[in-house]
C-alpha cells in the first residue's frame, strides 16, 4: 500500500521527536524527561512504519516505551525529587560538553552531505506484509548465532541487575 | 513539499543522536544520563532501519539487537545505580569519584 501525504507526516513526526527529545534532556524532573523521551521512542515508531518496517516499529513500542521506561519509572521512586531542584542541573565541563557535541554534529553533517550522492536513487520494493517473516528467516538462519549470543547477553544482565541491586549478596 | 528521501531520516536520527549527547556530557542526574544513552541507541536503530529501507532487511535484524543490548544496558546501568544510591544516598554522577584522584 503506497502511503499517503510522507513529508507531512514525516515532518510531524520528526518535529515531535526533536522537540520531546529536547525537553527529555533539558528537564530537572526525571519523570518528566522520561515522559517526553516516551513520545520520543513513538514518534519514532511511527517513522518506523513509514519505513516499512511495522515489526520494529511494535519491537519499540512493546519493549522501549513499555518494558525499558517503566523500568525507569520504577527507579525514580528511590531519587528523591525535591532535592533535586534545590541542587545544580549541570556538571561543571557542561560547556565543553557542549563544544564537543556541537563538533560531533558537525562531523555528522558533513559525513550526510558528501555520502549523499552516494546512496541509491531507487528503493527496493519491501512488503510490509511478510516483513515479520522475513525478519524470522533472516534471524533464525543468518544471525542464529548472534541471536543467541543476544540471549545469552540478556541472562547475564538479568544476573547481574539482581545481584547488584540486593542488599546482601 | 519535497519528496522524503531515506537522507532526511539520516539527518533527523543525527540530529537526535547529537541531543542525547548533549544530556550524557552536560547532566548531572545518572537516570537521565542513562535516558539520553537509549535517546543515541533510538538514533542509532533509526539510522539502521533507514538504511535498511535502501538496502534490504539486514538493518533491520541489526536493530533488533540493538534493542536487546538497550535492555540490558538499562537493566545493569539501573542496578548500579540503586547499589550506589544505597550507599552514597546520591544519583550525581560527579560525585562518583572514588576511584579518582
Redesign the interface.
Not at chain 1, 541542587?87 to 565541563?93: A, F, G, S, T
Given at each position: 500500500m503506497m502511503p499517503v501525504a510522507?513529508?507531512?507526516f514525516?515532518?510531524l513526526l520528526?518535529g515531535i521527536?526533536?522537540i520531546s527529545?529536547?525537553i527529555?534532556?533539558t528537564k530537572i524532573n526525571?519523570v518528566h524527561?522520561?515522559l517526553a523521551?516516551i513520545v520520543?521512542?513513538l514518534a519514532?515508531a511511527g517513522?518506523?512504519l513509514?519505513?516499512?518496517?511495522p515489526?520494529?516499529a511494535g519491537?519499540?513500542i512493546v519493549?522501549?516505551a513499555g518494558?525499558?521506561l517503566v523500568?525507569?519509572l520504577f527507579?525514580?521512586m528511590?531519587?528523591n525529587i525535591e532535592q533535586?531542584y534545590t541542587?545544580?542541573?549541570?556538571?561543571?565541563?557542561?560547556l565543553?560538553?557542549?563544544a564537543?557535541?556541537?563538533g560531533?554534529?558537525y562531523f555528522?553533517?558533513r559525513a550526510?552531505l558528501r555520502g549523499?550522492g552516494t546512496?541509491?536513487k531507487v528503493?527496493?520494493n519491501?512488503p510490509e506484509g511478510s516483513?515479520t517473516q522475513?525478519?524470522g528467516i533472516?534471524?533464525y538462519q543468518?544471525?542464529m548465532f548472534?541471536?543467541e549470543v543476544?540471549s545469552l547477553?540478556?541472562l547475564?544482565?538479568?544476573v547481574?541487575?539482581?545481584?547488584?541491586?540486593k542488599?546482601r549478596v | 513539499?519535497?519528496?522524503?528521501?531515506?537522507?532526511?531520516?539520516?539527518?533527523?536520527a543525527?540530529?537526535?543522536?547529537?541531543?542525547?549527547?548533549?544530556?550524557?556530557?552536560?547532566?548531572?542526574?545518572v537516570?537521565?544520563i542513562?535516558?539520553?544513552i537509549?535517546?543515541m541507541l533510538?538514533a542509532a536503530?533509526?539510522n539502521l532501519?533507514?538504511f535498511?529501507?535502501?538496502?534490504?532487511?539486514?538493518g533491520?535484524?541489526f536493530?533488533?539487537?540493538v534493542?536487546?543490548?538497550?535492555?540490558?544496558?538499562?537493566?545493569?546501568g539501573?542496578?548500579?545505580?540503586?547499589?550506589f544510591?544505597?550507599n552514597r544516598e546520591t544519583?550525581?554522577?560527579?560525585e562518583v569519584d572514588l576511584l579518582k584522584w
Open positions: 510522507t513529508a507531512f514525516f515532518y520528526a521527536a526533536v527529545a529536547l527529555c534532556v526525571p524527561s522520561a523521551l520520543t521512542l519514532s517513522l518506523y513509514m519505513l516499512y518496517a515489526f520494529m519491537v519499540q519493549l522501549y518494558g525499558i523500568m525507569f527507579v525514580m528511590l531519587v533535586l541542587e545544580k542541573m549541570l556538571n561543571r565541563q557542561w565543553l560538553g557542549l564537543a557535541a556541537a560531533l554534529g555528522f553533517v550526510i549523499a546512496l541509491p528503493l527496493p519491501l516483513n522475513e525478519l533472516l534471524l543468518n544471525y548472534a541471536f543476544a547477553l540478556l547475564v544482565a538479568i547481574g541487575a539482581v545481584v547488584m541491586a542488599r | 513539499m519535497l519528496a522524503i528521501a531515506p537522507v532526511h531520516y539520516l539527518v533527523l543525527a540530529i537526535l543522536f547529537v541531543i542525547g549527547m548533549v544530556g550524557v556530557l552536560t547532566r548531572r542526574n537516570v537521565i542513562l535516558m539520553s537509549e535517546l533510538n536503530n533509526l532501519v533507514a535498511s529501507r535502501m538496502y534490504g532487511l539486514h533491520q535484524a536493530s533488533v539487537f534493542v536487546a543490548d538497550a535492555a540490558a544496558e538499562a537493566a545493569v539501573l542496578g548500579i545505580l540503586i547499589a544510591f544505597r544519583v550525581n554522577m560527579d
